[in-house]
């Protein structure tokens, strides 16, 4: 059974900077994509950012080019999203999805089979 964890959400100021991780197990992950959402009280779940888990290749939402990074330790079958330069429209909860195939876009929500609980970021102004 596939399970992904995610940690690292908590409360933050305006232009500061958190790490999330999402720990995966039940599998070895593997030439797919593993990816960041994030749902506001009242919104769509959107996507934020993705990885290839093979390849290493990264894909942003415009809303965080430049403040977030995305990246993998295989060893640790964990990946990490950096979030920098924080806003307030950055809060939501935030959770990690990971595919059981390769599908493509990675955007697209529907293409992800696994699911973390989630974690609350709140930035505050």
């Known amino acids: 059974q596939v399970q992904l964890e995610e940690s690292g959400g908590e409360s933050v100021q305006a232009g500061g900077s958190l790490r999330l991780s999402c720990a995966g197990s039940g599998r070895t992950f593997s030439n797919v994509f593993m990816g960041w959402f994030r749902q506001a009280p009242g919104k769509e779940r959107e996507f934020v950012a993705a990885?290839?888990?093979?390849?290493?290749?990264?894909y942003y939402a415009d809303s965080v080019k430049g403040r977030f990074t995305i990246s993998r330790d295989n060893a640790k079958n964990t990946v990490y999203l950096q979030m920098n330069s924080l806003k307030p429209e950055d809060t939501a909860v935030y959770y990690c999805?990971?595919?059981?195939?390769?599908?493509?876009?990675?955007?697209?929500?529907?293409?992800?089979?696994?699911w973390g609980q989630g974690t609350q970021v709140t930035v505050s102004s």
């Open positions: 990885i290839a888990w093979t390849g290493g290749n990264t």
């Open positions: 999805a990971a595919e059981s195939i390769r599908r493509w876009p990675p955007l697209d929500r529907g293409n992800y089979d696994y």
